[in-house]
C-alpha cells in the first residue's frame, strides 16, 4: 500500500523558513510525478509545487522564488524549502504522487503550516 | 488561465442518488481532460475516487460512477450513504497548465 507521510510543519513567525519532509513507501518518489498542494483554513485545494521523474520543476505564482522543491532519491523522500514565509502561506500542505497525469493521485496525511507573530 | 467550476453545495436524500458537476470555462469537458475526482472529509486528507474520467480506486465504493455529461465532468453517486457526507473536488488536466486546476469543491451533504 503507498503512504506517503508530511513532517516539519509547524509555527513560524513571517520571515522565517520551514523545511517540509515527505517520505514515500511502497512508491518510487525519484520515477514518479511528486508535488505539494496545500488548503488554507476553510479554502479549496491548491498546487504549490511539483517535479516531474526527469527533474523539470514547477512552481505557483505566488510562491515563485521562496520556496523549493527537492528529493532525495536514496531516502526516498520529497521536500520543500520554504524561505521568506507570509501570513497567506498558512495551510495544511499535502504531499501527493502519481504515476501519470491519466492515473490516481496519492495523499499524505497534511501536515499544518501556521506563519504567525 | 482556467476556471474550474463546481456546485457550491449539493443535497441528497439517504438512499437517493446525486449528479455533481465539473466545468470549464473555456471549454468543453472532454476524456483528454483526464479528470480526477477527490473525496474530502472534515478534519481529513483528501482521497482519490475517480481517476482518468470513469475508472474508480481500488478504494472506491461502486456506487460512486465517473462520467461525462453535457460538456461537463459528472460525478455520480448511486444510494448515498451517510457516510459520503464530504467534500468533492474535481481536477482537470490542461495542456498549459502544470498539475492542471482544481475545482472549488461541493459539499454534499446527505440529508
Known amino acids: 500500500e503507498v503512504q506517503l507521510v508530511e513532517s516539519g510543519g509547524g509555527l513560524i513567525q513571517p520571515g522565517g523558513s520551514l523545511k517540509l519532509s515527505c517520505a514515500a513507501s511502497?512508491?518510487?518518489?525519484?520515477?514518479?510525478?511528486m508535488s505539494w498542494v496545500r488548503q488554507a483554513p476553510g479554502k479549496g485545494l491548491e498546487w504549490v509545487s511539483a517535479v516531474y521523474s526527469g527533474g523539470t520543476t514547477f512552481y505557483a505564482d505566488s510562491v515563485q522564488g521562496r520556496f523549493t522543491i527537492f528529493r532525495d532519491n536514496l531516502k526516498n523522500s520529497l521536500y520543500l524549502q520554504m524561505d521568506s514565509l507570509r501570513a497567506e502561506d498558512t495551510a495544511v500542505y499535502y504531499c501527493v504522487g502519481e504515476y501519470s497525469s491519466s492515473s490516481g493521485l496519492y495523499w499524505g496525511q497534511g501536515t499544518q503550516v501556521t506563519v504567525s507573530s | 488561465q482556467a476556471v474550474v467550476t463546481q456546485e457550491p453545495s449539493v443535497t441528497v436524500s439517504p438512499g437517493g442518488t446525486v449528479t455533481l458537476t465539473c466545468g470549464s470555462a473555456?471549454?468543453?469537458?472532454?476524456?483528454?481532460?483526464?479528470t480526477r475526482w477527490f473525496q474530502q472529509k472534515p478534519g481529513q486528507a483528501p482521497r482519490t475516487l475517480i481517476h482518468?474520467?470513469?475508472k474508480r480506486h481500488s478504494w472506491t465504493p461502486d456506487r460512486f460512477s465517473g462520467s461525462l455529461l453535457g460538456g461537463k465532468a459528472a460525478l455520480t453517486l448511486s444510494g448515498a450513504q451517510p457516510e459520503d457526507e464530504a467534500e468533492y473536488y474535481c481536477?482537470?488536466?490542461?495542456?498549459?497548465?502544470?498539475?492542471?486546476?482544481f475545482g472549488g469543491g461541493t459539499k454534499l451533504t446527505v440529508l
Open positions: 473555456t471549454e468543453d469537458v472532454t476524456s483528454s481532460h483526464y
Open positions: 511502497e512508491f518510487t518518489v525519484s520515477s514518479n510525478y
Open positions: 481536477l482537470l488536466s490542461f495542456t498549459d497548465s502544470w498539475g492542471g486546476e
Open positions: 482518468d474520467t470513469t
